[in-house]
């Protein structure tokens, strides 16, 4: 039964609701209702119930590391013994430097994301990770695309110029 709510609320308004929010969670309700086509009161129900459905997980400030104070982004991969995935994990989400811990398959076990100030800073946070089998840490050149958004399945790419989106839909 909760699959079919889900739904519901994944129609095509749904789907515009959701891609309003990811370019601006702070978007008033009436602008948001004027831009999918709902009333105030609509729309406002239509995101609570979002919310309560689990496919809003949250509403979140975004941080450039760089403007404080933490200019070096560095992605690790560590591999991690089975018996150590509980404390290690643990261990990710307890530093501050981490911003993203994944569990990941291949040769490594997990991969962080971490903001640091410096490398003797981005060295404090590996020495820390060093009891574990093995790191191998890259550091962030620059960023193409930093967040992006999650899109209904088969709609347009990023990439498409818009005259093939007009075309697809027409």
């Known amino acids: 039964m909760k699959e079919t709510t889900t739904k519901h609320f994944l129609d095509e308004i ?13 978007i008033p309700f ?3 209702g004027r ?12 995101v609570h119930k979002l919310e309560q459905e689990g496919i809003i997980v949250g509403f979140r400030t975004q941080i450039d590391p ?3 104070g933490l200019p070096i982004l560095a992605f ?3 591999k991690v013994d089975g018996k150590e995935l509980l404390h290690f994990t643990h261990l990710a989400s307890g530093s501050p430097e981490v911003l993203e811990c994944h569990r990941i398959t291949g040769a490594e076990s997990f991969l962080l994301k971490a903001a640091v100030a410096d490398i003797a ?7 820390a990770l060093m009891p574990y089998e093995a790191t191998t840490t ?3 050149l620059s ?19 818009p005259a093939k989106r007009r075309k697809r839909s027409q």
């Open 66 to 68: 760089a403007k404080v």
């Open 35 to 46: 831009r999918v086509g709902l009333s105030t009161p609509a729309v406002t129900e239509r």
């Open 76 to 78: 690790i991969r560590v």
């Open 121 to 127: 800073h981005l060295e404090t946070l590996l020495d």
């Open 138 to 140: 890259s550091m962030v």
């Open 143 to 161: 960023t193409a695309l930093a967040w992006g958004n999650i899109a209904k399945p088969g709609s347009p790419s990023r990439t498409s110029s």
């Open 14 to 26: 749904g789907w515009k609701i959701l891609a309003e929010l990811q370019q601006n969670a702070r």
């Open 30 to 32: 009436a602008e948001l």
